[in-house]
């Protein structure tokens, strides 16, 4: 086949498919059947290898994935991608309504539309062409996941019809419930930990390296907002005619003149909502005409022209099986209520969170109680109370266990903390994973070629206990690894083999680790307590793990926002002889203990001077305002108290923080205030 034939037959078999997905995801009327579908695609597919030059990136053989993304690029948004002001109360939507009204007049149509749970997304079309697709990430920032949004199939590709030449449309990508259930299903088969949530389950598909992977999971995704040169000058008539162009707009959307008909949607919908095949949170209002919304503006963080309404929690009562008990990373305990499953928000409800100890005694529930159980937000499902008229008489007290469910050891407990501890921290299976886990974790050490279960089959081969072990594997340790996953009802039975490109570029990524700043070493180990913003402060103050090390109590409580807490934990972690042989083997292989003393801050404006952060901001995130704060020698803290010069103040500050400075009459600043503070 020359390459002009074979550019004809390209062009003949994307039409063709592109209308057998058009029937089949929008029209749900298919012609052909999926084995024929799936023979045109790989028709397509092979001829892609064979000419890689007439491959495009609106192939339909992008909807399968395969792209393997080492890491998401951050890009600003071309404008804010705010969130909506929340409100459970109906007495806030008329005062919302009364707010409009005085602004616009008394003639005013609102949009309600359903709030979808999801992971808010923003998709750039250029020419009808797909070019990037970006996630909210901090509303001024985020993630670019074009490759692996490509693989949605409600997601146009290619546009039809008389489309912008340019313009941007938002809405949200979600996993429909029967995808979350089947997704789990497989999870719990092969022993690992389900997903809480679909929302959850939709934003960690969405960051997976492996874009083929994406396309298993089947998410889909709702549009509901166009920014650019549209056609209409309201946002009903533009979501209609983008619809048009093929975007999957939802039906689930009125207009309403007033109040009374925006209670009607809500209630309505309030109901309905368990029929739905994916999950909704509540209902959103838009003011329709843009002119209108012009009028109204925006807050930093949200627009005055829209609110959402958020359903209340919903409760039911079911009976409390048993009691189980998980160790976490650090070692807590959490206390798990194992449910008689029952139907709520939705889903079906097996088990719940009980916590800890101290909440468990708090409600005196009882193995065999029947118990009310809530989806707090619509989340993670939560025990808040027993049923006693109904308690069996012959139950005891929910006893607590004093040794470890997963090695065995004696449980511990700190004075003021509410946890149970297993301190075996480098003896206790799930701890030691975890740990393992983090150190390669893409804020830590980065070592991404190691994620999705890699991790596990290592330390279950005997290779990896601890994390300075992942600098002595070799070629031919990791060469033929593999587990294989037994086939269930609903996953077929797949093997996770480490093949030549897999080892590859697993040590690839463990030599690259090697150059990982120190503050993300240090952050890496894992201490209790040492959190990234702990790990930087350390680093910048002594310079070196050694010096850490090396420091008594009095010189680590020195550092900025280091207490007794986080010094008690240092100094404990570095008593140990296996930790400190732990840091030999990291030194001998290379990984940074080691980085430059940052004490002199860029400036001294700021000299003397306290700050405390609170709020959404337009121009600086909050870490940005803290770097700047530090390297213009003012000291950030992280409560308000009588040492405060100033607060920074963004959107939805914190009401306690708000009421506490002005009591002590702290000087409360916005982030242009504090620009010119250090221009």
């Known amino acids: ?95 919302f309504d009364q707010r409009v009204r ?74 429909p419930r029967s995808s979350f259930d089947s997704l789990n299903a497989g999870k719990e088969e092969i022993g690992e930990q389900p997903f809480a949530n679909p929302r959850n389950a939709a934003a960690g598909s969405l960051k997976l390296l492996d874009s083929a992977e994406v396309a298993r999971r089947k998410l889909d995704c709702f549009l509901y907002f166009v920014i650019g040169d549209m056609p209409f000058d309201n946002h009903y008539d533009n979501l209609m005619k983008a619809r048009e162009w093929g975007f999957n707009i939802p039906l689930y959307l009125r207009k309403c003149a007033s109040v009374d ?29 843009y002119p209108m919304q012009q009028s109204l503006g925006f807050t930093a963080k949200s627009p005055r022209w829209a609110i959402a309404y958020k359903f209340k929690a919903e409760r039911v009562v079911t009976k409390l099986l048993n009691i189980v008990y998980q160790v976490g990373r650090t070692g807590a305990i959490t206390p798990v209520a194992v449910l008689e499953p029952v139907q709520l928000a939705g889903s079906i409800v097996k088990r719940a969170t009980l916590h800890n100890a101290d909440i468990i005694a708090q409600l005196d529930v009882r193995i065999g109680d029947s118990v009310f159980v809530e989806k707090g937000g619509e989340i993670i499902p939560k025990i808040i109370g027993v049923d006693l008229t109904n308690r069996n008489h012959n139950t005891y007290p929910a006893a607590y266990p004093v040794h470890c469910p997963e090695c065995g050891a004696v449980l511990t407990r700190t004075a003021g903390e509410s946890a149970w501890y297993c301190p075996n921290e480098d003896g206790c299976p799930p701890q030691i994973k975890g740990k393992l886990e983090h150190f390669i974790c893409r804020k830590a050490m980065n070592i991404d070629s190691l994620g999705e279960g890699k991790t596990e089959i290592l330390f279950d081969s005997g290779l990896v206990s601890n994390v300075a072990d992942f600098y002595d594997l070799t070629y031919d340790q990791l060469l033929g690894l593999e587990k294989s996953y037994p086939a269930t009802a609903i996953t077929r039975e797949r093997t996770v083999k480490f093949r030549e490109k897999t080892v590859e570029n697993i040590l690839r990524a463990i030599e690259s680790s090697k150059s990982v700043p120190f503050a993300r070493v240090l952050f890496a180990l894992g201490i209790r307590f040492v959190g990234e913003t702990v790990a930087k402060k350390l680093a910048a103050h002594f310079g070196s793990i050694e010096n850490i090390a090396n420091a008594t109590i009095g010189e680590l409580l020195m550092v900025d926002e280091i207490g007794e807490k986080i010094a008690g934990s240092l100094t404990g972690w570095f008593a140990l002889e296996k930790h400190q042989m732990l840091l030999e083997r990291l030194a001998v292989a290379g990984v940074k203990l080691a980085g430059a003393k940052s004490n002199t801050p860029d400036s001294d404006v700021l000299g003397g001077k306290s700050f405390v952060v609170s709020g959404v901001f337009s121009s600086y995130s909050r870490d940005e305002l803290k770097e700047l704060i530090g390297a213009n020698g003012g000291k950030v803290l992280s409560a308000v108290s009588a040492k405060t010069d100033f607060i920074i103040a963004g959107d939805n500050m914190g009401p306690s923080k708000l009421e506490k400075a002005r009591q002590l009459g702290v000087k409360i600043i916005s982030e242009d205030d504090f620009a010119e503070m250090i221009s």
């Open 102 to 175: 005085k602004v616009t007049g008394d003639e005013i149509t609102y949009i309600c539309e359903l709030k979808y749970d999801g992971v808010a997304i923003g998709l750039r079309y250029e020419q009808g062409v797909l070019v990037q697709a970006v996630t909210r990430g901090d509303g001024i920032r985020g993630d670019d996941v074009t490759v692996n949004v490509r693989t949605i199939h409600s997601v146009p590709l290619k546009l039809r019809g008389d489309y912008p030449e340019e313009f941007e449309i938002r809405g949200e990508i979600f996993m």
């Open 1 to 95: 086949m020359t390459i002009i034939e074979a550019r004809q037959r390209i062009e003949q078999l994307t039409t063709e498919i592109n209308q057998h997905n058009q029937r089949y995801y929008e029209a749900a009327a298919p012609v052909i059947s999926d084995f024929e579908f799936d023979s045109l695609l790989q028709e397509l597919q092979q001829l892609e290898l064979k000419f890689p030059e007439l491959a495009t990136s609106d192939s339909p053989t992008q909807r399968v994935g395969g792209t393997i993304t080492r890491e998401f690029k951050t890009v600003q948004h071309l404008t804010p991608m705010l969130s909506l002001s929340n409100t459970y109360s109906e007495a806030e939507i008329k005062e």
């Open 261 to 289: 008909e925006i209670f009607e949607f809500i209630d309505e919908w309030n109901e309905a909502r368990h029929n739905l095949p994916f999950d909704i949170d509540g209902v959103v209002i838009k003011v329709n005409s």
